[in-house]
């Protein structure tokens, strides 16, 4: 069964960065679609960042996210990461990645929160100066 723990969360001023990281216990990360979602104070989860199994097809949430957040896997940590740069308050939630353990689905529906079925326990991420 897999596992998933979220790291690298914290309290950063606006233009700051952090790097959170998603290690994969139980499963090579290699095989695996991985993606980040977050769930803002008072909102609902909403999609952030994913890359499909192979590693190679990215998607990311709206223009607010984009440019500014990047998501990758390390095959040699087993880890899939979110590079947060330039941050803002909007950004401060509770950061969750997922995987897709069962299947290979087209990067597109990785948007969707039905499309994974293991989840991490989250990390905060808080914005202020």
């Known amino acids: 069964q897999v596992q998933l723990v979220e790291s690298g969360g914290g309290l950063v001023q606006p233009g700051g960065s952090l790097r959170l990281s998603c290690a994969v216990q139980?499963?090579?990360?290699?095989?695996?679609?991985m993606g980040w979602f977050r769930q803002r104070p008072g909102k609902e989860r909403e999609f952030v960042a994913a890359?499909?199994?192979?590693?190679?097809?990215?998607?990311y949430a709206d223009s607010s996210v984009k440019g500014r957040f990047t998501i990758h896997r390390d095959v040699a940590k087993n880890t899939g990461n979110l590079q947060m740069n330039n941050l803002e308050p909007e950004d401060t939630a509770v950061y969750y990645c997922a995987v897709v353990t069962r299947g290979n689905p087209i990067a597109s529906t990785l948007r969707n929160l039905e499309a994974y079925d293991s989840w991490g326990q989250g990390t905060q991420v808080t914005v202020t100066s």
């Open positions: 890359f499909n199994m192979s590693g190679i097809r990215f998607v």
């Open positions: 139980g499963r090579t990360s290699s095989n695996l679609s």
